[in-house]
C-alpha cells in the first residue's frame, strides 16, 4: 500500500507543478510586488492553457472510446449473424423473436418468428430453463440429432417493451451420443447358465438316449449364444457361462428369454422336462463386478425354484419365466448334510433362539417347534420367538402351552435381545426376508445365523449366513425340519404335540396333501405318524368355530371372476382377517374353471393383506410380488400399508390384467 502512494508521487501532475509556482509568486511578491503581478498574470495563462488541453484531450478520448464500441458492437453483430451453432432468442414465454441460419437447418423449417419454441421443438420444456434445470437439457432429440441447450438470460434497457430475453445455443452432441451408444452396445455382459434338474432328468431317461438329450441341449445353447455373437463355454455337465454384448440384452427381454421354453420343449426319451436357471449381471463396473452380480442372479433364479432367468442390472433386478413347478429331488444327501452341519452348530453353541415370520402360521410355528427339539435333544437351552397368538394358531398354542418347558420357552421380542449373544445360535424358520422375520434386530445381534426355508427367493434375503437349507420344491418347512430332526439322531425323542404341529405344518401347506406334494413328503408325514402323530388329533387343529365359516361362506359369496378365470373377493371385517383370507381363497379354488383365487383383507392396523391361491396354470407369486409380496407359483401372499382396500383391489385387478396381456410373467 506504502509502495503504491510512493510511485504515485513519481507520476508527473500539471496541478503540482501549479502549485508550486504559485508558492514562488507569492513568495517574490512579497520582496518585489512589479515582479508578484507579472507572475500572477504569467499563472493565469499556464492555468488557461491547462484547461484548453485537458479538454482537447479528453475528447479526443471520447472520440477514441466511442470509435471503439462502435467497432466492438460491429464484430459482436457480426460474431453473433455468424456464429457456427444454432441460436435462437426467445421472449419469457418461449415466443421466438429472432434466430440463425444454423437454427433453420436444424429444424428444417421456415417462417418461425413469433412462433413458440415449444410447438417447434416438442421435447424441449422452457419450465427447465426457468428453473434453472440444466440437467434436464442436456439432451433434446431434434429429428435424428441430439443437441445440449446452453442458455444466457439478458436484462434489456429501459426502452424494450420486454425486459428480459433468453438466448439459446443449442450444441450439437450427436456423435458424442452415438460413441456413447457404441459404447454402452459393447459392454460386456456376463450369463451363467444352469441346467436345474440335470440329475433328476438324467436319473428318469434311459442310458440309450442320455447322450442324445444332452447333446441337444448343447446344441440349443450354442445356437442361441450364435444368435448372440457370444462365446459360450461349458464349464461343468450341467453349467455353461455365456459372455455377449449388452446391445443384445434389450431384445432378450422383449422376447421374455424363449430360451427356457424352447429347452422345456425338449422330448428325446426325458420323461422330466428340462428346465434351466439363467442370472444375468449387467451394469458392472468392471467385468468381474458383472460375474458376480450373474452370479448372485443365477442363485435368485435357482432360489425361486427354477426354470426363469434373473437380469441383475446393479440394483435393479428383473424376472422372467417361472412358470413350472419345482421339480423335487429324491435323494436325501442334502437333507443329511445338512442335519449334520446343524448338529455341529447347535452342540457348538452357548445357547439357541428359534424365529419365524410375523402373523405365524402352523407351518412356521410347527418347523419352530421341530427345532426347539432338535436343541433340546442335544441339552441345549433353547427359546421360540413369538410376539402373541393368532386366530390359525391357537388351537395349537393352547395345546403347546399345557407344556410347562414352552411356556418358558416361548418368549417375545424384547427377551430374546437380552437372551442373544455373539455365541448364539438364531436359527430362522420359513421366511427368508429380514422384514418379514418376527424380530429383524436379532439378526444384526449375532454372527450364527440359519435359514430353513421353502419359499422362493425373492430380492430381499438373509445375508452372511453360516448355514442355509432353501429348497423350493418340498411342501413345507415342516418337511424340511422333520428330515433334518430325523437325521440327527438314530432314535429322536419327540412328544406327539410336537408330531402334532409338524403334520399340521405340512398339512396346512399342501391344502391336505393335494398341492406340491412328492414322494419326500409322504415319507416326512410317515415319520412323524410312526413318531406318534395324530391324525384325528391334526385335523381338530384346523376346525373353525361357526362364526368363522359364516364369514367365510360371506366371501365366498361375495367374489367376482375377471379374465375368465380369476377369482376375486373382499373381506370387510377385521376379525380373524387372515385366517379367514387364506381359507376363502382356498375355498373360492373349488369352484369349477376358477384357476386362481385372491382374498383381500384389512387387519385392525389397517394394512391391507392379500392371500392368492392357484391350481398352476397362473403364477400367484409374479403376481403378488409386484406388490410387495411373494411366495409360490400356486401359494403367495401380500400386505400393503397406507391404503384402502378398493385402492388395494384395483391395483391387484390392473396387476392381473397385464399379466394377462403380456402372457408371461415378468
Not at 413458440?116 to 442436456?138: G, T
Not at 430475453?165 to 455382459?189: A, P
Request: proline residues 2%; hydrophobic residues 40%; charged residues 25%.
Amino acid at each position: 500500500m506504502r509502495n503504491n502512494r510512493f510511485f504515485k508521487l513519481l507520476i508527473p501532475d500539471t496541478r503540482i507543478y501549479l502549485i508550486i509556482i504559485s508558492v514562488f509568486i507569492i513568495i517574490i511578491s512579497f520582496y518585489n510586488y512589479i515582479i508578484g503581478i507579472i507572475g500572477v498574470f504569467l499563472l493565469a495563462y499556464l492555468i488557461y492553457y491547462n484547461l484548453k488541453i485537458s479538454n482537447i484531450r479528453r475528447e479526443e478520448w471520447t472520440r477514441y472510446i466511442e470509435g471503439l464500441s462502435s467497432d466492438i458492437d460491429s464484430a459482436t453483430k457480426q460474431a453473433v449473424l455468424n456464429l457456427p451453432i444454432p441460436l435462437t432468442i426467445i421472449e419469457f414465454d418461449g415466443r421466438i423473436t429472432w434466430y440463425n441460419s444454423k437454427f433453420i437447418e436444424v429444424i428444417d423449417r421456415k417462417d418461425i418468428l413469433e412462433k413458440y419454441v415449444q410447438d417447434i421443438i416438442p421435447n424441449f420444456d422452457l419450465r427447465n430453463v426457468l428453473q434453472n434445470k440444466k440437467e434436464k437439457i442436456n439432451e433434446i432429440k431434434i429429428q435424428d440429432r441430439y443437441f445440449k441447450v446452453l442458455y444466457n438470460i439478458i436484462k434489456l434497457s429501459k426502452e424494450h417493451t420486454s425486459n428480459y430475453i433468453i438466448m439459446l445455443y443449442w450444441v450439437d452432441q450427436t456423435e458424442l451420443q452415438t460413441i456413447k451408444k457404441k459404447y454402452e452396445d459393447e459392454k460386456f455382459i456376463v450369463a451363467l447358465i444352469q441346467v436345474d434338474n440335470y440329475d433328476e432328468v438324467m436319473q428318469n431317461t434311459e442310458e440309450s438316449t442320455r447322450p442324445m438329450v444332452l447333446a441337444e441341449v448343447d446344441h440349443r445353447l450354442n445356437l442361441w449364444a450364435n444368435k448372440l455373437n457370444g462365446i459360450m463355454r461349458k464349464y461343468t455337465n450341467d453349467k455353461f457361462i455365456l459372455v455377449f454384448e449388452k446391445k443384445h440384452l434389450e431384445k432378450l427381454e422383449s422376447k421374455k428369454f424363449e430360451l427356457l421354453d424352447e429347452i422345456r420343449e425338449i422330448n428325446l426319451g426325458n420323461k422330466i422336462p428340462i428346465t434351466l436357471s439363467i442370472g444375468i449381471g449387467s451394469e458392472g463396473e468392471t467385468p468381474l463386478q458383472s460375474c458376480e452380480f450373474a452370479n448372485i442372479a443365477k442363485d435368485l433364479a435357482l432360489g425361486r425354484g427354477g426354470d426363469q432367468a434373473v437380469v441383475k442390472k446393479n440394483q435393479k433386478i428383473s424376472f422372467y419365466g417361472g412358470k413350472t413347478k419345482a421339480v423335487e429331488k429324491r435323494t436325501k444327501v442334502k437333507a443329511r448334510v445338512i442335519a449334520h452341519a446343524l448338529k455341529q452348530l447347535i452342540e457348538q453353541s452357548e445357547n439357541v433362539i428359534v424365529m419365524g415370520h410375523k402373523n405365524a402360521d402352523l407351518d412356521s410355528l410347527g418347523a419352530a417347534i421341530g427345532i426347539h427339539r432338535a436343541a433340546r435333544n442335544l441339552n441345549k437351552d433353547s427359546n421360540i420367538v413369538l410376539k402373541g397368538s393368532n386366530p390359525s394358531i391357537k388351537v395349537l398354542m393352547d395345546r403347546i402351552l399345557e407344556k410347562e418347558h414352552y411356556r418358558k420357552a416361548i418368549i417375545d421380542c424384547e427377551e430374546a435381545e437380552n437372551k442373544i449373544t455373539s455365541n448364539t445360535l438364531l436359527v430362522v424358520v420359513d421366511t427368508h426376508r429380514p422384514s418379514f422375520t418376527e424380530c429383524p434386530k436379532l439378526l444384526d445381534a449375532t454372527d450364527n445365523v440359519v435359514v430353513i426355508d421353502h419359499h422362493r427367493r425373492g430380492t430381499e434375503f438373509i445375508e452372511n449366513t453360516v448355514l442355509s437349507y432353501h429348497e423350493t420344491y418340498v411342501s413345507s418347512t415342516c418337511e424340511l425340519v422333520t428330515e433334518v430332526l430325523f437325521y440327527m439322531e438314530d432314535k429322536v425323542a419327540i412328544e406327539q404335540v410336537e408330531a402334532d404341529a409338524l403334520l399340521a405344518g405340512i398339512a396346512v401347506d399342501t391344502k391336505n396333501f393335494t398341492f406340491k406334494t412328492g414322494v419326500r413328503t409322504f415319507e416326512a408325514a410317515s415319520l412323524l405318524r410312526r413318531a406318534g402323530a395324530d391324525t384325528v388329533s391334526v385335523k381338530q387343529l384346523f376346525q373353525d368355530d361357526l362364526d368363522t365359516i359364516l364369514c367365510r361362506a360371506e366371501v365366498i359369496k361375495g367374489a367376482k371372476v375377471i379374465q375368465e378365470t380369476v377369482a376375486i373377493a373382499t373381506y370387510e371385517k377385521t376379525n380373524s382377517v387372515q385366517l379367514i383370507a387364506a381359507q376363502a381363497a382356498d375355498e373360492l379354488l373349488n369352484i369349477r374353471g376358477i384357476t386362481a383365487s385372491f382374498v383381500l383383507g384389512k387387519r385392525e392396523d389397517e394394512t391391507v393383506i392379500i392371500s392368492g391361491r392357484s391350481m398352476g396354470d397362473v403364477n400367484v407369486q409374479v403376481i403378488l410380488e409386484k406388490l410387495g409380496g411373494g411366495g409360490h407359483l400356486t401359494v403367495a401372499g401380500a400386505q400393503l400399508e397406507g391404503i384402502t382396500l378398493e385402492e388395494a383391489k384395483l391395483q391387484l385387478e390392473k396387476i392381473i390384467e397385464e399379466y394377462f396381456e403380456e402372457g408371461e410373467e415378468i
